[in-house]
């Protein structure tokens, strides 16, 4: 039997730094983002449109790396959280 995302989800653990690793590097690059494909491509649900604003729930990243790739101007800043901080695997 295979586990839901959520479950494994539940697996993991994370260090959450004061700062955040994601960054939005243009808000108005954003609202003029008809699809907004980052509030559905990330499996963390980090990104959300706010309204007028995309809000970074850097604490849920699961450091897959989807947003480099996924948003169709570039317009997300990853890196990897600093050293101590992040996420953790439990299986590897």
């Given at each position: 039997m295979s586990a839901t995302?959520?479950?494994k989800l539940f697996t993991i653990r994370y260090k959450?730094?004061?700062?955040?690793?994601l960054i939005i590097k243009d808000q108005d690059v954003c609202m003029k983002c008809t699809t907004k494909e980052c509030t559905h491509f990330c499996p963390a649900d980090v990104?959300?449109?706010e309204g007028n604003f995309t809000s970074v729930a850097f604490e849920n990243c699961i450091e897959c790396g989807t947003c480099?790739?996924?948003?169709?101007?570039?317009n997300i800043e990853w890196v990897y959280p600093k050293g101590g901080y992040g996420i953790t695997y439990k299986f590897g």
């Open positions: 995302i959520e479950e959450v730094d004061h700062q955040s690793h990104y959300a449109w480099r790739i996924g948003c169709p101007t570039y």
